[in-house]
């Protein structure tokens, strides 16, 4: 197979939104060290996902208003991270991004995923038994369906879903989880949550995991670290001070990260995200635990960002070098002269796995936000 990156005549002009996002997914694909025919591969992936809106023009905008990222672009990679192997490169995508309207939005992901589980013969059934909750003939936003693609060597991805859990309606959101777990055979899992705002996602692993997961995301508005280390309701997770120290690091609370002098010890402008994952039916307890920081509202620039993504990796022993690089193959520009390009860092937790740190790095296909001035006041508006 000719490497799409020498081809370039495969590719649509660098100046339409899947020539310029499949760029940037072929430059990070050589970043994390995947080879050329895998890079190629996962680079039509992309572009099959974008369907016609691949040949869009840039000077166009965005084919909708897309809740995946803040300039609307419908990618977003990340990267993550354990001590002493090279970083996984996912992306995230909305396949539905260039129909009008959520229902349709929807469909034509569930097709698009159908058309990948056939192609790399995994089953859809566990999507299928959802599809009444989370894809309804009305469907409320703020999105229908993302898919995350994990791009290992080899070739082949491993799949996950986004869904949402207030697709039928945000006073029904909760009661769509609790019945979704419950058909998932998580009979008990509801109850074990903690308490939030509103769950914002709804997620399952598709394809060819070791131990598929259910995974629930809730958003926590105005959130300190003492309570964020209070959230983890796995058996044997994090202690709380060491997620209170994350939370420090990415809101920039730790001397010498660009804290916001007088900078308010809860996180008012957009929440913090937990995630608890479910594997196992037996215990109803979760096994998984993830806190998202957006780290992109509480800094000033990315430089400023990055420092902290630094002091992260730092923490638990990784080597930030291929982050710096990651970023080079997503932007040119200067870290200081915007920010967003890093819109979150995680930090997960899975029984009898070394925590792995994530960083979301953002296409900005469309738009750079400028550097903030400080003090960050303004709460920024949520979907
Ligand atoms: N853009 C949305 C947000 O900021 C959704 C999203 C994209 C997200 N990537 C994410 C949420 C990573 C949590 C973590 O909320």
Redesign the pocket.
Known sequence: MTALRDDVTALPDADTLGGHTARQLLRLCETVGLGDDDATVYARTLLESLGTVAARPLDLPPPNRT????DHTPV?F?LSFVPNAAPTLRV?LEPGCGTAGLARNGRTGLRFLRAMARRWDFSTDRLDELEDLFLPVAPHGP?ALWCALELRPGGVPQVKVYLNPAASGPDRAADTVREALHRLGHRKAFADLPDAHRP??FALDLGDWDEPRAKV?LAHHDLSAAEAGRLCRTDGGPPAARTEEFFRIAAGLEPGLGADEGQDERLTR?PV?SCHSFTETASGLPSGFTL?V?VRDYARHDGEALARATALLDRHGIDAAPLRQALSAVTARRLEDGVGLI??L?VAHQGGHPPRVSV?VSSEAYRVRPPARLPLAEPVP?H
């Open positions: 809740f995946l990222s803040d977003e990340s995230l999105l914002l996602f995301y957009r995200q998202y957006p819109a979150y995680s979301y949520v």
